[in-house]
């Protein structure tokens, strides 16, 4: 059983910034691809950032040069430090993996972690 782990939400102001955590736990064999992704109010679940095991990160526009996503492969954790943030960066937060196991190779979601940018 494999499990993903977020920490690190909360309130702030604008312009203020956070740092999110996600572990992933279990009988893993490797990890491929890890990402957030957000979902806010009536919207559709969107991609902020992900990172490759080699560390090759892309990025949504809207976050360029404001979110930096790293991960840690040695603790199975990969990090979102949100800087500069904004009213509608406001969602629930959600780590993703491609996570190959000893059967197969699948993606796993967190639980979701609530970001919620005050103005």
């Known amino acids: 059983q494999v499990h993903l782990v977020e920490s690190g939400g909360g309130l702030v102001q604008a312009g203020g910034s956070l740092i999110l955590s996600c572990a992933a736990s279990g009988s893993m064999r490797s990890i491929h691809v890890m990402g957030w992704y957000r979902q806010a109010p009536g919207k559709q679940r969107e991609l902020v950032a992900a990172?490759?095991?080699?560390?090759?990160?892309n990025y949504a526009d809207s976050v360029k040069g404001r979110f930096t996503i790293s991960r840690n492969n040695a603790k199975n954790t990969v990090y979102l430090q949100m800087n500069s943030l904004k009213p509608e960066d406001t969602a629930v937060y959600y780590c993703?993996?491609?996570?190959?196991?000893?059967?197969?190779?699948?993606?796993?979601w967190g639980q979701g972690t609530q970001v919620t940018v005050s103005s």
């Open positions: 990172i490759g095991s080699g560390g090759s990160p």
């Open positions: 993703n993996a491609d996570i190959m196991t000893i059967a197969t190779l699948r993606t796993y």
